[in-house]
């Protein structure tokens, strides 16, 4: 069975304070933040949701459908073939900050087989990256 708990925020766009007023309101009836007067706006809105029997989750954020997501993340349960066991795998590729992080877990155990957080410029030579190594060298 699911469960969901999703929440909208609004904060003001210059100095990230959270308001308190809804998404939908208009611009005329926009109050200036009460920290630097501001009457930008920066919506959030959070969803979180456990579903029974998922194996994996991924999500990305694009600006506008402009180039290449500035965030991917996803989690995952997967079988290791070279030695038959599972794993459950979280993945952060962050384009912004420039980081790419990863953690490899022993589904049984909870315990970290592999963890990897380094500049995302930095990140060649493995997985997905290790195939476009080969590409650029042909």
Do not use: W
Not at 12 to 34: A, D, F, G, K, M
Not at 36 to 58: D, N, P, Q
Not at 87 to 96: G, Q
């Amino acid at each position: 069975m699911a469960s969901e708990n999703n929440s909208e925020i609004v904060r003001c766009n210059n100095c990230r304070t959270v308001l308190n007023e809804t998404p939908s309101i208009q611009y005329s009836e926009r109050t200036p933040c009460p920290v630097c007067g501001s009457l930008s706006r920066h919506y959030e809105k959070v969803v979180v949701a456990e579903i029974g029997l998922s194996t994996s989750a991924k999500a990305k954020a694009k600006r506008l459908g402009k180039g290449k997501p500035f965030i991917e993340q996803s989690a995952k349960h997967e079988l290791y073939q070279e030695t038959g066991e599972d794993h459950d795998v979280d993945r952060i590729i962050d384009r912004e900050k420039n980081l790419y992080k990863e953690t490899i877990r022993d589904s049984k155990t909870g315990g970290v087989i592999r963890e990897c957080c380094e500049p995302l410029d930095k990140h060649v030579g493995h997985g997905y990256a290790k195939r476009k190594v080969k590409e650029e060298n042909k």
